[in-house]
């Protein structure tokens, strides 16, 4: 179950730029399913702890935050529901679903330079759409679906993490932009449907980060869209007016 009065997020794409900085910013302030391809993100989990070389049996606070690692490719069959039922069996219920694994490959000649760009639309849909379509569905079914009051006093909620490239149009990224524009709509469909049992939907859709945008910056986004009570939004990140204003987001056009 989940420790204390934490809120359980259940977080993919852990171990890419982001989620690992989400995860370093936020594991002592969620209970964190790290969800994960390849490396695990730079803090203590189940797999790894911290150890003080000059007393190593000592006890590290930062050990008692730990992150709880699934490793998991969530395009393969059934591995959506096998990360749900693990997150509900060690927490007993999510708060906060991260959809933020994504595959982005770009095409500098275009959509007609060979194959490349045709062979690519399967993988590009598949995790950047429908997996943030199953583990909404699957965790409304097994969690949220009956638990309306609940959902309610927990403020449950989904953020996605879209693209400036859902809304503007960029060389080389057509499938990439296509996946997130579909991932915003996604988004707003969703927030309409599940408000009938208390639980948000939202997006964010920063521009590169961190070059463009700090990646620190991103992770506040989804926690501030957390605290809110917003739903059906799909919120830009890392454009100067949101500096000026003192908040990572700023509602994006259609």
Known sequence: MSTGERRVCLLTGASGTLGDAFCQAYYRDYDIVAVCRTRTPAVPSQLEWYIDPLAPNATVPENDSRVFVVRSDLTEPGEVERVVDLALARFGGVDLLVNNAAHVRLHPGGIVDGDAALDDFDP???????????????LAQRCWLHAGPENHARNRNIVNVSSISGSEVYPGQTLYSASKAALNQLTRNIAAEFAEFGVRANAVAPTTFPALVPTEQVARAIVELDASAVSGGVYGVGVEPERAAGSSLRLAEP
């Open 124 to 138: 590009h849909f598949a995790l950047n759409v429908a997996v943030p379509l199953r583990l909404s569905a699957r």
